[in-house]
């Protein structure tokens, strides 16, 4: 139902039976969430007219405190390795202690829908305790017209309670903050952390599970088009610079963060974007800093300063300063959420290491490699604890998000890109000169320019050289960028300390790929590094 400000103690919110006495809120909008979350002291406004919000302890996701109901449905087809369970008695209880911890309290309710592909939709009912929470996903989903409101049926749930505390030896949760998801029922309990964006992350997790068996490619990546419909994704953890490549003034975008490819091409499952906002410039990213000016916009721990004007340089309460907000907010987004069959493929990582080069040609053994490898850093404060970047390998560019094993995801990545043809590019986005602590983040500007050379396809007509570490094809000379950087050991002061790099995360490369070894076949093996090749 779309009604708004409903008091109905005897109505159950939900197909799951959740009821309060207190008032709940159908499908607010904007303005009014605004009002509710000001008047409950949950956010405040900025100068420019944002909603700003800090989100306590927890200012990224919880992926060890996340887990999934181990059942008959689910036994064979999740990846247990990479996900925890929670028994079915478990996961009862806790869904009856959510209903009794939401049995007085006023919440809100939003009626969105997952995915941009009208065959493939998840419709998605959302109920948060916190007003905020709720225009954060509001923003953040795909919004139904008035008609489709009417007619609205959920076939997932999330309640969202920041206030619910888990009981470790009751629910068989490892701290009090818990996220739980039910994949056979599409039902996914969040407590103990006001972090907003587990609950995006959630209706990710749910359409990772599900549309494989659609033989539909669910990515972690961000996307958009260009003027002749040659669309591109960007595979990349947070931070590796999804959202900030995707946004080419240039290019319509697609989406920033998740999107699915099927039979009609590659469609965005969000409504929004998800930025993150530290060190945000104007100069640098003109789209999302404009988007922080304006009513409508979610900030997530940005310090404000005395005149309420947002600091993207101050990470005093976390690095992993966010902004979310309405697709639209963009001026070049693409009204439909749908695109072509790609014809760009860019993986994307921040090698903390200095070893990679800028951007390499990847043949299609190659880029299952790296996709079931997912090399990147952890950059800091994505996750609660990481402070500064790690090197970590997170298959398919999203291992927290899959429940599925990785091998389901790389074959049908690979299919695809067979089917139709793309190229794929290997772009570092980390450290040049030196690893982390010695070297420098890679120039945007550097980056964007070789972006636009794959993108227009004058980059793979140009000489390559093989890299000796790494076997995969890396541009010579690119016009516009120093070409010094395309050749990562020349920028190092101490070529033999490089090496020992090089060699040290090759090793971290062979020993990793050790668990997929069962699923993959010669060729993709014959993709791997080798040590033995290494530079002199």
């Known amino acids: 139902m ?34 509710e979350s000001i008047r409950r002291g949950e956010a405040r406004l900025t100068a420019q007219g944002a909603l700003v919000a800090e989100t306590g302890q927890h200012t990224g996701r919880s992926p060890k405190d996340k887990f999934v109901v181990r059942d008959g449905s689910t036994e064979g087809h999740v990846w247990w390795d990479n996900n ?59 919004r139904p017209d008035r008609a489709e409101l009417d007619a609205f049926e959920p076939e997932m749930t999330i309640i969202d309670l920041p206030s619910f505390r888990a009981d470790t030896a009751r629910h068989g949760s490892r701290t009090e903050t818990i996220i739980a998801v039910d994949l056979t029922r599409k039902i996914v309990l969040i407590g103990g952390t006001s972090y907003a964006g587990e609950m995006k992350k959630s209706v990710f997790t749910m359409l990772n ?34 959202t900030t490549l995707s946004a080419d003034p240039s290019r319509t975008l697609i989406g920033d963060d998740e999107h699915g490819w099927g039979p009609h091409g590659i469609f965005n499952f969000e409504g929004g974007c998800y930025a993150k906002t530290i060190r945000l410039s104007a100069e640098a990213e003109p789209e999302i800093f404009a988007t922080t000016q304006r009513f409508g916009t979610v900030l997530e721990n940005v310090v404000l300063d ?61 880029a299952m490699y790296h996709f079931l490898s997912g090399y990147t850093a952890k950059v800091a404060g994505t996750e609660k604890g990481v402070t ?6 997170s298959t398919c560019f999203g291992a927290p998000f899959m429940p599925r094993h990785p091998s389901e995801y790389g074959n049908l ?79 190092w002061a101490d070529t033999a300390a490089y090496d020992r790099q090089a060699a040290r995360l090759v090793g971290m490369f062979a020993i990793n790929f ?17 040590m033995q090749e290494a530079a002199e």
């Open 2 to 35: 779309s009604e708004v400000g409903k008091r109905n103690p005897a109505c159950a919110i939900d197909r799951i039976g959740l009821k309060t006495s207190g008032v709940v809120r159908y499908n607010f909008g904007a303005a009014a969430l605004y009002e």
């Open 84 to 142: 925890k369970a929670i028994s079915p008695a478990q996961f009862e209880t806790l869904l009856a202690d959510f209903r009794a911890h939401a049995a007085d309290k006023d919440l809100y309710v939003q009626d969105l829908v997952g995915g941009a592909d009208a065959e493939l939709k998840l419709p998605t009912r959302v109920v948060t305790e916190f007003a905020w929470h709720s225009l954060f996903i509001r923003n953040l989903l795909i």
């Open 209 to 242: 599970y599900l549309l494989p068996e659609k033989g539909v490619m669910p990515m972690h990546c961000s996307a958009n088009e260009g003027p002749a419909g040659d669309a591109a994704i960007f595979f990349g953890l947070s931070g590796t610079g999804k």
């Open 306 to 366: 005395a005149d309420g004007v947002p600091d993207f340089n101050d990470g005093r309460l976390t690095e992993n300063t966010r902004c979310a907000y309405p697709l639209d907010f963009i001026p070049n987004a693409s009204k439909t959420g749908r695109a072509n069959h790609p014809a760009n493929i860019i993986m994307l990582t921040a090698d903390a290491f200095g070893v990679m080069p800028p951007i390499a040609r990847l043949t299609p053994a190659q």
């Open 388 to 393: 500064e970047p790690e090197a970590t390998f």
């Open 413 to 491: 990545l690979r299919e695809l890109i067979a089917l139709h043809g793309a190229d794929c590019w290997l772009v570092n986005t980390g450290w040049t000169g030196g690893a982390y602590g010695t070297g420098k983040r890679m120039p945007i500007k550097a980056t964007r320019a070789l972006l636009t050379a794959a993108l227009d396809g004058s980059l793979k007509t140009g000489a390559f050289r093989t890299d000796p570490n790494f076997g995969f094809e890396v541009p010579v000379a690119v016009p516009g960028v120093d070409s010094a950087i395309l050749d990562p050991r020349s920028t």
């Open 514 to 530: 050790e668990k997929f070894e069962p699923h993959v076949d010669a060729t993709v093996m014959g993709a791997a590094p080798r």
